[in-house]
């Protein structure tokens, strides 16, 4: 059975439908199972403002299966404030659950818009969405074999060469502006010639851009 890499956005009726519309963002940096179907999670909650965060956490605070939360810091800086917040709750029943009956070997939770954003890493994957379709409306964004992405990621892997080059090109000032170093210094400086040094440029910076548009693509 092949391990999968999926992300998916789940509306459940959880507490994710506090943060619809009031343009908070919560991180769950962390959540660990405990016992008795308890567990503890760590959240970064990014808000317009501290009033924002308080309704928030208000709203949480009475929600049902929710034991303990306590705001560890916050602050509020440029019309934006962030808050780290711990949470004791009990999640038979919800997401969670379902990732930790089926064997999931990574999975981490983002929340928005009023929605729950998951990303895991399963050999179950088609169950895991089948069995979390039963309990809410599951819309997957990614869904690809963990082998073909591995081998993606390696092809975009820098080579020591090309890494050698970029390194050489940054502290030289070649890719600032105006440039402080030209492409025949350069070529000069790593002793190669400057059509060598043309072709493992440009494969640097394709590898690097087509790395940074595969991030975009499954965040």
């Not at 818009?113 to 050999?123: K, M, P, R, T």
Request: charged residues 25%; positive net charge.
């Amino acid at each position: 059975m092949p391990v999968e890499f999926v992300r998916f956005v789940i509306d459940h009726g959880d507490w994710a439908v506090f943060t619809g519309g009031s343009g908070v963002v919560v991180d769950v940096a962390s959540s660990v199972p405990l016992i008795n179907g308890v567990k503890r999670s760590m959240l970064i909650i990014n808000a317009p403002s501290i009033s924002d965060v308080k309704q928030l956490i208000s709203r949480v605070r009475g929600f049902r299966g929710v034991k303990l939360i306590d705001v560890l810091g916050r602050y509020s800086v440029r019309g934006k404030a962030i808050a780290l917040v711990s949470t004791v709750r009990d999640f038979r029943g919800g997401v969670l659950d379902v990732l930790l009956s089926n064997g999931v070997y990574y999975y981490r939770e983002f929340i928005a818009n009023g929605l729950e954003y998951w990303s895991i890493v399963a050999s179950r994957a088609g169950v895991v969405l089948e069995e979390l379709g039963g309990r809410g409306s599951v819309k997957v964004l990614n869904r690809v074999n963990v082998g073909e992405l591995a081998e993606l990621m390696g092809y975009l892997t820098l080579t020591r060469s090309e890494l050698r080059i970029l390194k050489e090109a940054y502290e030289l000032g070649y890719f600032n502006w105006p440039r402080e170093c030209s492409i025949n210094d350069l070529a000069n400086t790593l002793k190669v010639s400057k059509a060598t040094l043309i072709q493992e440029l440009r494969s640097a910076l394709r590898r690097l851009i087509a790395s940074e548009l595969l991030k975009v693509k499954f965040t």
